[in-house]
């Protein structure tokens, strides 16, 4: 089984609805372990004015990394994400940030997450599950890694509980 930490944003539509039905989906094709808290962020890189919800989410799985990666899009099908352009407001973003401490770089999947390590909105939540937790390039922790980081956007604690199984 390979520890998987999943990133989790939405700034279409009920976010916070599309951010559970992800995580009840992933609930019934993998193990999940641990869920970070909600966070409310601005968009980094993004055309959308709208505030984003983002977590991080633990999940234990038996997929290969391809297979997590269709099984993301299919969720994020499911949710009625729309691929028109890169960085666009969405309903649904599901990204692979670490699949157990393996570095994957092909053309349409790289692990860890080629910007895991520049955006706050990532780090927070992934920080909180496992700070201690270390970057497979870098050697460093991802507590390290947020303490260390000086731009990458503004991060608001919104739950720390809001996804029911």
């Not at 983002?54 to 993301?72: D, G």
């Not at 860890?112 to 496992?130: D, N």
């Not at 260390?148 to 956007?153: A, F, M, P, Q, T």
């Amino acid at each position: 089984m390979a520890e998987t930490y999943i990133g989790l944003g939405s700034n279409l539509g009920d976010r916070l609805e599309h951010l559970c039905r992800a995580l009840d989906r992933l609930d019934t094709s993998c193990a999940v372990k641990k869920v970070s808290s909600l966070y409310e962020t601005e968009p980094v890189d993004d055309a959308g004015p709208y505030e984003f919800l983002n977590a991080v989410v633990l999940i234990e799985t038996s997929l290969p990394p391809r297979e997590v990666l269709c099984l993301l899009h299919d969720i994020e099908d499911e949710r009625e994400r729309v691929r028109r352009s890169r960085n666009e407001p969405r309903t649904l973003d599901l990204d692979i940030l670490l699949y157990d401490q393996w570095i994957v770089r092909e053309q349409d999947l790289v692990i860890p997450h080629p910007r895991l390590h520049q955006r706050r909105f990532v780090l927070a939540p992934l920080a909180e599950l496992s700070p201690s937790l270390q970057h497979p390039v870098f050697g460093v922790a991802v507590g390290k890694l947020e303490e260390l980081l000086r731009v990458g956007g503004t991060v608001k604690l919104v739950a720390e509980q809001w996804w029911k199984r």
